[in-house]
């Protein structure tokens, strides 16, 4: 079994920073692109960033400049930076990730975390 366990979440006043981490974990063979998204309420969950294994990375314009994506291969891990937070930053974050298991080794499939909250106080 593969999976993703998201940590990091919280409350913070606008302004400040937050870290989320999500680690794979499992029968791992090899872990292509990674993602964070969110979803506020009532709204539809919506893409954040991407990283691919090489490191090259894309950002939502909303959170541009603001957020920074990274992973270590060698921990299977994924981070989110999140600095300058705004309130419309609220919601629960998901990492996702293309990932081939011991047991299907060319086969990527998407794989979610079970979302972390982040909640942002004016």
């Known amino acids: 079994q593969v999976q993703l366990v998201e940590s990091g979440g919280g409350l913070v006043q606008a302004g400040g920073s937050l870290r989320l981490s999500c680690a794979a974990s499992?029968?791992?063979?090899?872990?292509?692109?990674m993602a964070w998204y969110r979803q506020a309420p009532g709204k539809q969950r919506e893409l954040v960033a991407t990283?691919?294994?090489?490191?090259?990375?894309n950002y939502a314009d909303s959170v541009k400049g603001r957020f920074s994506i990274v992973r270590d291969n060698a921990k299977n891990t994924v981070y989110l930076q999140m600095n300058s937070l705004k309130p419309e930053d609220t919601a629960v974050y998901y990492c996702?990730?293309?990932?081939?298991?011991?047991?299907?080794?060319?086969?990527?499939?998407?794989?979610w975390g079970q979302g972390t909250l982040v909640t942002v106080s004016s």
């Open positions: 990283i691919t294994y090489g490191g090259t990375t």
């Open positions: 499992g029968s791992i063979f090899s872990i292509n692109d």
């Open positions: 996702n990730g293309k990932i081939a298991s011991v047991a299907d080794r060319y086969r990527y499939l998407s794989r």
